[in-house]
C-alpha cells in the first residue's frame, strides 16, 4: 500500500513559517534591548565624564567645567570609549548568553561649548549658576555678620536700616536734590562774589564779605604761606602712586608673563558658537540684576590691593579685571586714577558749598594776583584753588581707602582732612587716623562702582587670565579654551545577527556581516 506524504511537507512548510515568525520576534526584542543598552551607555558614559569635574577648579572658585584635554575633546572621547565599552561587556559567566550585549566600536564627540567661547557668556553662565544658587548662603552670611553676637534680632535689623533710610529710594532721591541745590547755591554765590569784587571795596574786604552774615560769626580764616597751585603741580610731579601707596616699591612693574591668556584670543575664537549652545543671551532687566551678580563673585573671589593675606602671584587681580594693563603697578594707578576723579568731584561740590573754605580760597588768590586789580583774575585763581585743595583732599582720600579705611561719599566738616596750609606742606609718609565707627564706602566699595563702567566681555576674559594664572599654580597646564561647558556625543556599535544568522533569513551579500548601531547624547552643567 502506498502512502503519501502531503500532511509531513504541509507541517513542515508550516513550522518553517513559525519558526521565522519567531525568529523576527526575538531578534527584534533583541534589537529594542540592544538599543536600549546602547544608549544607556551613551547618556551615562558621558555624564560620568562630566562627573569628573576640575575638583581644584571647583574648589577654590565655584566653577563647573570638565577637562576636555584639548579643542577636539580627545579626553571626552577616550573615557567615553572606556566608560561604554565597560558598560557593554557581557556580565553573564559563560560568554555568548548576553544577547544584548553591544560591541562599542566608536566615540564621536561634536558641539563642544567651550568656557572660553559666545564672547565670554559661557564663563559668565557658569558664574551666574553659581551665583543665583549660592546667593541664599552669601545673604546668611552676611546677615551673620551683620548681627555679630547675636544681640540683635533680624526684626530690630531691618527696622534700623529702614529707619535709616537704607532702603528708601525717596531719600536717596530727596539727598541728591539736596546736593544739586548746595551746587547751585555755590554757583550762584561764586558769581555773586566776583560781582562784589569789582566794586570800590578792596581785595580782601570783598573776600571777607563773600561769605555772606554766616561767616561773621565764624574764625577768621587761616591765610596760606605759599602758592598752593605750585605745591600742587610738585605734588602731580611726584607720581600719585608714591603719594597715596606706603610702599610703592612693593608693587611690581614687571609685565605679565603668561604663556597663554583667554583675553588674547582671536576675535572669531572669541565669537566662537555651537549651533545647539544651551548658553542664551538674557533680557535686559535680567541683563543688569546678571551684571551686579557677576561683579559680585569677582569681589568675592579675586584679590585686590587690600586684600588680606595677599596670595601668591599677582596682587592687582581685580584692578587689572578694570584696567587690563600689564603689571600691578600700572592697574593699581589706573584704578588710583579713576577714583581720584571720583573724589576731586564730590570734594569740590562740598568746598563750593562751604562759606569758609571759599573765603580761604578768596583770600590766597586775593594775597597772590589781588595786586594787579583785575577781579576776574582774582576769581578764576580762587577757583584753581578750590580744584587743588579738593585734589589734595582727594589723595587723601584715597591713601586712607588703600590703607583699609573708609571715606565718605559725601563729605563734612567732621570728615574733612585737609587744610589749605597743609596742602602746601604736604608730608608724602602721613597716614590719616582710621575710625572704628567711621562710615562711608571702602576700596572694595569703589571697585564695585568702577566695575559696573567696565565691558562685560572684556571682565569676563580678564577674570579669565587671573583664575587661570591662579590656577596653573596649582594645576599645571591648565588652560580656560580647553575647559568643556556643553557636550554632544554619539555612539556606534557593532553587533551580529542570533537569531536571523542563518543564511535563508538574510540575502546573499549580507552574509557573515555585522550590525551597526547608533546612540547620541547630550549633557551640560
Known sequence: MRRSGQITVFLCLILTVILSFLCVCLESARSAGLRYRLQLAADSSLQSVFAGYDRILWEKYQLLFCSGGDREGSRIREEMLACASQLGEDPSPLSGLDWTAP????????????????????????????????????????????????????????????????????????????????????????????????????????????????????????????????????????????????????????????????????????????????????????????????????????????????????????????????????????????????????????????????????????????????????????????????????????????????????????SWQTSLEGLIHWEKNHQAAKEKDAEGLSYEDYLRLLLLSAGRGEKCYRAMDMIQQSMERLSPGFRFDCLVYSCEASLRAENRFRFLALPAFQPAEAWGKRQEWEAETGYHY
Open 103 to 414: 560591541d562599542v566600536s566608536e566615540v564621536q564627540v561634536s558641539q563642544l561649548v567651550f568656557a572660553t567661547d559666545q564672547e565670554g557668556a559661557v564663563f559668565e553662565k557658569a558664574v551666574l549658576d553659581y551665583m543665583k544658587t549660592g546667593s541664599v548662603a552669601i545673604l546668611w552670611q552676611e546677615l551673620q555678620e551683620r548681627l555679630g553676637d547675636g544681640s540683635k534680632t533680624v526684626a530690630q535689623v531691618v527696622g534700623e536700616s529702614a529707619e535709616k533710610g537704607e532702603f528708601s529710594f525717596a531719600e536717596v532721591e530727596k539727598q541728591y536734590e539736596n546736593w544739586k541745590k548746595e551746587a547751585e547755591d555755590a554757583v550762584k554765590t561764586g558769581q555773586e562774589n566776583a560781582a562784589e569784587s569789582g566794586g570800590e571795596q578792596t581785595g580782601m574786604e570783598g573776600a571777607a564779605e563773600s561769605g555772606g552774615e554766616s561767616d561773621r560769626t565764624e574764625e577768621a580764616p587761616v591765610i596760606p604761606q605759599g602758592n598752593v597751585i605750585d605745591a600742587v603741580k610738585q605734588l602731580i610731579s611726584s607720581g600719585v602712586l608714591a603719594l597715596v601707596v606706603e610702599n610703592p616699591e612693593k608693587l611690581s612693574g614687571e609685565p605679565y608673563t603668561w604663556a597663554f591668556c583667554p583675553s588674547e584670543m582671536q576675535a572669531d575664537e572669541r565669537g566662537r558658537a555651537a549651533e545647539n549652545s544651551p548658553v542664551q543671551a538674557s533680557d535686559g532687566v535680567s541683563n543688569i540684576l546678571d551684571t551686579l551678580l557677576f561683579d559680585e563673585y569677582l569681589l568675592r573671589f579675586l584679590d585686590c590691593y587690600t586684600s588680606d593675606p595677599p596670595q601668591e602671584g599677582t596682587v592687582c587681580q581685580l584692578e587689572y579685571v578694570i584696567s587690563g594693563g600689564e603689571s600691578d603697578r600700572e592697574n593699581l594707578s589706573e584704578v588710583v586714577h579713576r577714583i581720584l576723579w571720583v573724589r576731586e568731584a564730590f570734594n569740590l561740590v562740598y568746598l563750593l558749598s562751604d562759606s569758609s573754605s571759599r573765603t580761604v580760597a578768596q583770600t590766597a588768590a586775593t594775597a597772590l594776583v589781588g595786586w594787579t586789580g583785575i577781579p576776574f583774575l582774582v576769581t578764576g585763581l580762587s577757583g584753581l584753588i578750590l580744584a587743588a585743595w579738593a585734589y589734595g583732599e582727594s589723595l587723601a582720600d584715597v591713601r586712607l581707602l588703600l590703607d583699609g579705611g573708609v571715606v565718605p561719599l559725601r563729605k563734612g566738616k567732621d
